[in-house]
């Protein structure tokens, strides 16, 4: 069975900046890092493929954001920079079989991971 698990969410202040981790049981699939925060939609953030050639981004998390994967540790990074109140929220792995897409049709999710920003 394949299971994702986050790790690396946390308090920041404006400005500031985190990495969150996915690990991955199982084998490799196209990943993203979705976010929802209270009362929203959840979101797509960003999206890697298996071999890490192609990325993926919504527009605004471009440039502040960036996606990255290592196949040997079976794991997905998040470097979240320039953070901003609004982008607090639960971030969540998701995994796919199939080409990435910015909707929420994943195979698998992780449980989230809470990234808090202060003013």
């Known amino acids: 069975q394949v299971q994702l698990v986050e790790s690396g969410g946390g308090l920041v202040q404006a400005g500031g900046s985190l990495r969150l981790s996915c690990a991955a049981s199982?084998?490799?699939?196209?990943m993203a890092w979705f976010r929802q925060a209270p009362g929203k939609e959840r979101e797509f953030v960003a999206g890697?493929?298996?071999?890490?050639?192609?990325?993926h981004y919504a527009d605004s998390m471009k440039g502040r954001f960036f996606i990255s994967r290592d196949n040997a540790k079976n794991s997905i990074y998040l470097q979240m920079n320039s953070l901003k109140p609004e982008d607090t929220a639960v971030y969540y792995c998701?995994?796919?079989?199939?080409?990435?897409?910015?909707?929420?049709?994943?195979?698998?999710w992780g449980q989230g991971t809470q990234v808090t920003v202060s003013s």
């Open positions: 890697i493929s298996v071999s890490g050639g192609s990325t």
């Open positions: 998701a995994a796919r079989n199939w080409n990435i897409v910015t909707g929420p049709n994943y195979d698998y």
């Open positions: 199982g084998r490799t699939f196209n």
